[in-house]
Each structure stands twice: as C-alpha cells, then as structure tokens.
C-alpha cells in the first residue's frame, strides 16, 4: 500500500504541469523516503491522496470535488485528463457517424480558486481549451467570468458539439467542478456520461499529450495584460450574451409591468449574487424586463473565492440569506432575490410588514408561484399546447394545476438533464414548455434553455411581484389563493444519515417486501407503488413496468396512498444520505393546518414502518430527529441542500438537480 501510493505520487509529480501542486507532492515523497519524524506523517498524507486505484468519478454533472492534489481532487493533471478524454470520445463519436461537420467547443468558467495551490476555474479553462485545440478541435473559451445559463445558451447559439461550464455552483469555498453539456445544450446523460467516464480513465489518455503547462506559459508570457493571455474570445462572449438576453426578449416572458395606483407602493428588491458571478447577468435581466432597479447587496455583489460572508452560498442553507434580509430592512425593500454563485438557481424571500416576518420560499412554492404565473399570462393564450416537468421528488402541485386547467404536466428523474432533456422532447413533439423546475430552486422559464437558469427566473418572479403588489396582494398572499384554487399541498422532506450503502439495499428489499409490495402502511391504504430499481414495476401501468428510467445502482421506490399522500425514497448520490419526500395534498378550501396535522401523523407511522430507522442504525442529524431538508409552512425556509442524484455510491461527481 504505501509503495504504491509513493509510486503513483511520483508519477504524478512528473505528469503534473503545476509547479505548486507538483512540488507539494514532491515535498511529501521526500519526507516519506528520508525517514525522521515526518516521514509516518507524510506517508499517510501520500497514502490518502494517492488511494489505490481510485480517483475523482465521472458523473452525470462531470467532475466535482475539492481542489487539491491528486487523482481525487480538482487540479491541473485532472482536468487536463478529463479534456483529453472528452476530446478522444468527440473524435471517437464523429469517426464511428461518418460526420464531416467539424468538432466545436464552449468553455466558461467562474471565479473559484485556491490561492495556496495557484488553482482556479479560469486556469482549468484555459487548459481545456489547449486540449481541444492540440486534437484539432475548434474551441471558444468565453471572456472572463460567466454564469452557467450563459455557458449552456453559448452551446446551441453556436452549434457547439460540446460545453464545458467550470463551476462548482453552491459548493463550499474549497471546491471546484467541471460541468458538461451536450449539443443539445442539455447536461449530459446516459450512455455518453459513462462512455466519456471510460474514455478519461485509457492509459493513453492519462499522461499529458503535451507539455501544457510549458504551452500556457508561452501564451502568458507574449499577452501578460489580457484575459486568459490571449486565449479567449471577448467579441464572442459579447454576442452570445446578446443572444441569450434577445432570446428572452422573444420568449413571451417579458409581460412589462402595469403601474401600481396611488395607493399601492410597487415592490422594491435586494439582490445578492453570493459572492458569485450573476450581478451583472441580474442586472441586464431586470433591464431586459423593464423593472426598475435593484439594490445588489454590497457584502456580497463580488466575486469573492472566499465566500468571505456566507461559507455555504446556496440560497437553500439555512442562514444563507441572513445577510441579505438584513440589508433589505434597512433599505426598506420587500423582496430579496438570491442567485447561487453561478447563477443557475434562484432564491426568494418576501417580508411581511404586517407581522415583521419573513417568509423563505421554498422550491417548490417558487415553483408554484411561477407555473401558474405563466400559465395565466402565455399558456391560456397560447396557439401551441402547453407542457410543464418537474422532477418527481418535486410537489405534485403541478400536476394538479395542468388537470385542472388543461395543460400537459410530466415529471421526471430527479436532477435536471433529466428535465431539460424531456423538454426538449416535448418541444419536438410541437408543445411550448412553459416551466421545468426542481425542488432545489432550480427553474428553467420559456424554453430558453434546456438548464436551470436563475438569471431569467429573477425576471420573471419580479414582473409577477410587480403585477401582484400593483392589486395589494403580495407573493405570499398569491400563493394561498393557488392553495385555495388546487388544495394545499403540504410536504416534509428529509434525510436519515446512512455511511453504508448495503443498509440502503436492505431497505429497499424490504419495502418490496419480496416482490408483493405493501398495500397498507400503518393504518393507512396504499393506491400503488412504482419502484424505479431493476427491473422496475409500477402497479398504475397497465404493463406493471415504469415509464420513467429504471436503474439497479440508483432506485427509487414511490408509494401513493389512497388519501393523496406521496411518500419517496432514494439514497443521495453525493453524499452518506437516505432521502425522503412526502406530501399530502389537501383538499381545495381545506385549511392548511388541517392538512399538515395530517400529514403529521402520516409521516411518523411512514418512516417507522417503512424504514425502520433504529432497526437499520439509520443515523439521525440531530437529536431524535431526521432532518428536514423542506417544511412547507407558513413561513417556510429551506435549510439543507437537497443533492439531484439517487445513487447508492457516494461519490464527488453531482450535485442537484446540478
């Protein structure tokens, strides 16, 4: 164990083209080799970078982990070898198609770094870029820090075979990640993300084609004073920007905004970017839609790789937008809106000047908020029959507002290549999607993109607060009267810890109950049950199989009972976490706190009964309690981050719905 890890250390040490990173490691191995009082230390460091056959996977969001040395962490070596599988897969790809149309690709990049071990986005960018382009292949590194929605826009916009989004999103400060979209604009899927993943790991794809490093050097030293010395493209970046922001302009989302009466003071905004890069993309978003103004808050409108004010920046964790709220009170303004670092997810909260409260809306109420609110101003009217996904752990309020006014709902995968895939499907099939959008605060308006984009979403929940505040009403108060229009729908999501993954297994056989799944739980009656292991069953289908994908390595098993409650259950695919969802949903006029008294009771006899958490030395987060990850109450705030894949490894490769 310990001449292998020292042997794999030295190797990468050669291959490494950071010098920083590279004499790291060579420190280590000297200490290791020369004996004395570091050497057991150094050793064990070497041993747990450099593990046995194991490295940093590649995933159905790319690549994400810590930035640090290693076939585990983000660094020069590892990107370098990422690109260069990608880039033999493209080849591969077009040789195996007969295609003559030439390779494309788009690189963006935000603002994360490690100073200590001269690592960055933009470093990561630009040698994704010298990849491509020692293979051939045409790639456009877009000028200075982007959001992702810009990056995932630039594929399609310019006919790209392949984008590249570096960005670890709401991660913490020390990460970093690699994201990639397809030519569809789409976040990759299977088979290509396992194809690519086996591609990266060939011999020949591991040692650098070429000396990169020195290359880099060059391009620094003859354009020391330009972005990226040279290497990107400032005019293109430009007319994509345009592009995406024209692209909204013709959506049908820009509805303008009437002015209030003399009596009704219109909204005012705090906006925070998290320390990330959306304060200018927020701001030509307000200015696309014609709202006046927002007051960015200051702390926090920089990119900042420290994260020097939130060391959680994602609007779902709970204090996240203490800072925001905070400012917004003393500037009077009623409204914050919160994108994460780059961009892609939007938060919201709205005062309460009657009680002096805040309300945090969760995803899912976001998401309520804005499939009505474009139902009623494009949908209704709308030539093109109207579609609307959400992703399956997301509330079923959706599904109840398309029955009821007509309009086509479908629900998918959790994670969104999931929705925008479907999306883009149904389009083909002649529907306008209006809405995709996952519980984790991730929305896609008006088909912009096939992705989450809290750039246009931002427009979109502001015009709404405007039309709102105008009739003196609020989002808070607008949201009840949907309640009341569709029924309450309560929900309690949560988490039990689990660190093995054998326990998951055990409690997914048992809820199959040997293939004659339960059809009561506690006192309560089971309608049907879909599981989305291998090889799947759905009692509702006529056929018993799922329409959804199935997948023995990341299952999902969904119960519906007969009084309108939806219990699911999945294994986080980032972390040592078994997931639930549950939600009732009431009846319209049925008082919310009659129907979360039920809902309640529902869930402690589902939990008990189902999972048996002492039985399974299922961990709770805090005492005698699970976590809840959303409580949808009255002044609901989401305090954890919910993870967009269900597999039963965890690994360092997804994020959400990333």
């Given at each position: ?523 309560y009656e089971v309608d049907s049950v879909r599981d989305l292991g291998s090889p799947g069953y759905d009692s509702q289908a006529a056929d018993k199989k799922p329409t959804l994908p199935t997948s023995s390595s990341s299952p999902m098993i969904t119960f519906r009972f007969k009084n309108g409650c939806v219990a699911q259950f999945r294994a986080s695919g980032t972390e040592p976490k078994f997931k639930y969802y549950i939600e009732l949903r009431g009846q319209p006029g049925e008082n919310r706190e009659e129907v979360s008294k039920r809902l309640d009771a529902m869930v402690k006899v589902i939990l008990e009964e189902l999972l048996h958490p002492s039985e399974n030395g299922l961990i709770t987060p805090s005492s005698g309690q699970a976590c809840h990850l959303n409580r949808m109450s009255q002044h609901p705030s989401r305090s954890l981050n919910g993870a967009s894949g269900n597999g039963l490894h965890w690994t360092l490769t997804e994020n959400g719905s990333e």
């Open positions: 164990m310990a001449s292998d890890a020292l042997l794999h250390a030295k190797e990468w040490s050669l291959n490494d083209p950071n010098p920083v990173t590279a004499a790291y490691v060579k420190a280590l191995i000297t200490k290791a080799e020369n004996g004395g009082d570091q050497a057991a230390a150094s050793l064990q460091e070497l041993q747990c970078i450099f593990p046995t056959n194991k490295r940093i996977g590649f995933g159905t969001a790319g690549l994400r982990s810590s930035m640090s040395p290693g076939p585990l962490g983000m660094n020069d070596l590892v990107v370098i070898q990422t690109a260069q599988g990608l880039a033999s897969y493209l080849l591969r790809c077009r040789q195996q198609s007969k295609d003559t149309n030439p390779i494309t690709a788009v690189v963006g990049y935000d603002h994360r770094a490690h100073s200590a071990f001269s690592l960055s986005s933009k470093q990561f960018a630009m040698y994704t870029k010298l990849v491509f382009e020692s293979k051939g292949i045409t790639c456009t590194l877009l000028d200075g820090y982007v959001a992702t929605p810009i990056l995932a826009f630039a594929v399609g916009n310019i006919g790209a075979s392949v984008g590249i989004m570096v960005t670890a999103s709401h991660n913490p400060k020390q990460d970093d990640g690699y994201k990639v979209y397809w030519k569809d604009g789409c976040q990759i899927r299977p088979p290509v993300d396992a194809e690519i993943a086996s591609a990266i790991i060939k011999k020949e794809n591991l040692v650098p084609w070429v000396d990169y490093g020195e290359q880099l050097r060059t391009f620094e030293k003859a354009n020391s004073g330009g972005e990226c010395y040279g290497l990107s493209d400032p005019e293109q970046t430009r007319l994509i920007e345009d592009a995406y922001y024209q692209a909204i302009q013709d959506s049908g989302l820009v509805a303008g905004i009437d002015g209030t009466s003399d009596c009704q003071k219109p909204p005012s905004f705090a906006y925070t970017a998290m320390h990330g890069v959306g304060l200018p993309y927020a701001k030509r978003s307000f200015s696309t839609f014609g709202l006046p103004p927002f007051l960015p808050v200051p702390s926090q409108q920089h990119p900042d790789a420290n994260f020097t004010t939130v060391p959680f920046p994602n609007p779902e964790e709970k204090g996240a937008l203490d800072e925001a709220m905070a400012f917004a009170r003393e500037n009077g303004c009623d409204i914050v809106l919160a994108n994460d670092p780059d961009a892609d997810r939007l938060g919201v909260a709205e005062f309460n000047k009657v009680d002096g409260k805040w309300t945090v809306f969760t995803g899912d109420q976001i998401g309520s908020l804005l499939g009505h609110w474009l139902w009623e101003t494009i949908g209704k009217n709308s030539e093109q029959p109207v579609a609307m996904c959400a992703s399956t752990v997301s509330s079923k309020i959706l599904s109840a507002m398309g029955q009821t006014e007509g309009f086509l709902f479908e629900e998918t995968l959790t994670g969104f290549k999931w929705i925008g895939s479907r999306a883009l499907s149904l389009q083909t099939e002649g529907y306008r999607v209006l809405l995709g959008y996952e519980e984790a605060i991730g929305f896609s308006c008006g088909g912009i993109i096939p992705d989450k984009d809290g750039i246009s979403a931002l427009g979109v929940i502001a015009t709404m607060a405007h039309a709102f505040y105008a009739k003196g009403k609020t989002l808070t108060s607008h949201l009840q009267e949907i309640y009341l229009l569709y029924g309450e729908f309560c929900s309690d999501n949560g988490y039990f810890r689990c660190d093995d993954p054998a326990i998951v297994k055990k409690i997914m056989e048992q809820m199959r109950n040997g293939g004659k799944y339960f059809d009561r739980v506690g006192t």
